[in-house]
């Protein structure tokens, strides 16, 4: 591990604090890659003028956020990093790439399918008229995070699988001409079947966040509905709360 910390001893800020936060930033982008060993707290103490103590503080920390693991006979590694989204109109695949998550798709299925009543009722069609359906899988650092399915407009979009692995939907639509405007979205919970968790790579019955969306173009009409899962231990939606006046 070749990287520098600045610990400042005059800030109010705890040590261990300091030190944690830096680590998990180093994580989040990714300087430090899962399986990457952070060596023992002796070696990083000493490196960093700081006690054993602090160290192994500053560590636990990211052990209870699931950011490292120590295993006996390897020490502490890095696990993977935590994606924290925030709510608003935007791909999952934009917001990786600003984030230096490095996201690639592997795309499972592209089809045209007739629209099942809930996807006619949100996309504002006829029941069985047609869409594409679009099934892929994210990933970043090379691992799942999300499993997504969207259906769109047959008469508005036709992208194959090359288009799809090269970058995000929402990209892909605005390129096709569409001013996306805001969406409906609701978020739930819920435990991985069998398939769902092979996909994810989790056990069977791990939780899950769940995400549908409805999104609209600047005319107001429907262009996109989506049904998403995303994988608890790796996930997480960040709200702004404001007081209502």
Do not use: C, W
């Amino acid at each position: 591990m070749d990287l520098r910390f600045s610990i400042d001893r005059n800030s109010p800020v705890p040590l261990y604090f300091q030190l944690s936060q830096q680590l998990e930033a180093a994580i989040e982008q990714g300087k430090l890659l899962p399986g990457t060993r952070l060596g023992n707290e002796i070696d990083l103490a000493g490196r960093l003028g700081l006690s054993r103590p602090t160290v192994r503080q500053a560590i636990q920390a990211l052990v209870d956020k699931g950011l490292l693991v120590r295993r006996r006979g390897v020490g502490t590694q890095v696990v993977h990093s935590q994606v924290r989204r925030p709510l608003e109109l935007s791909s999952l695949y934009e917001d990786l790439e600003a984030a230096g998550q490095r996201p690639a798709t592997r795309v499972l299925d592209v089809a045209t399918v007739p629209a099942p009543a809930e996807v006619a009722a949100a996309l504002g069609i006829a029941e069985g008229a047609e869409t594409q359906r679009i099934e892929r899988l994210r990933l970043t650092h090379g691992e799942p995070i999300a499993h997504m399915r969207n259906y769109l407009p047959r008469e508005l979009y036709d992208f194959d699988r090359d288009d799809l692995e090269a970058t995000g939907l929402y990209r892909l639509m605005r390129a096709a001409g569409t001013a996306l405007h805001s969406a409906h979205q609701s978020i739930g919970a819920r435990a991985a079947t069998a398939a769902e968790a092979q996909l994810l790579a989790e056990p069977p019955g791990a939780p899950l966040l769940s995400m549908r969306r409805t999104a609209f173009d600047d005319t107001g009409r429907a262009v996109e509905y989506g049904s998403h899962l995303y994988r608890a231990s790796r996930y997480t939606f960040e709200l702004q709360l404001l007081i209502r006046p």
